[in-house]
């Protein structure tokens, strides 16, 4: 995840340790939080929930680091559920505003 992050205009020049600690601070990575801690801020839709990040952060503690394929598997499937939340609450959000 971390890699991932890292590959976005965001966080491109930051290190893990940074990334980490911006997650740490703040419980997240908010806008607030990439303005305030780390100095950096929003462009375009480089976007990362700060749920998907609590996750993978969790997930790598659980598997002490090691990317099995159960790992992996867990990853995707925790990620799913994150975005498949966000979609539906999205989608709640525009039917209300129709039909208001």
């Given at each position: 995840?971390?890699?991932?992050?890292q590959q976005t205009c965001e966080y491109?020049?930051?290190s893990e340790a940074q990334i980490l600690q911006a997650a740490g601070k703040t419980g997240g990575f908010s806008d607030t939080a990439k303005s305030t801690?780390?100095?950096?801020t929003k462009k375009d839709n480089d976007w990362i929930p700060t749920e998907a990040v609590r996750a993978i952060l969790k997930i790598r503690?659980?598997?002490k680091g090691v990317m099995s394929e159960f790992c992996?598997?867990?990853?995707?499937?925790?990620?799913?559920?994150?975005?498949?939340n966000l979609m539906r609450k999205e989608n709640d959000a525009i039917k209300k505003r129709l039909t208001a």
């Open positions: 995840m971390l890699a991932l992050l491109s020049d930051f801690v780390m100095g950096k503690d659980d598997f992996i598997s867990q990853i995707l499937y925790d990620l799913n559920a994150i975005w498949r």
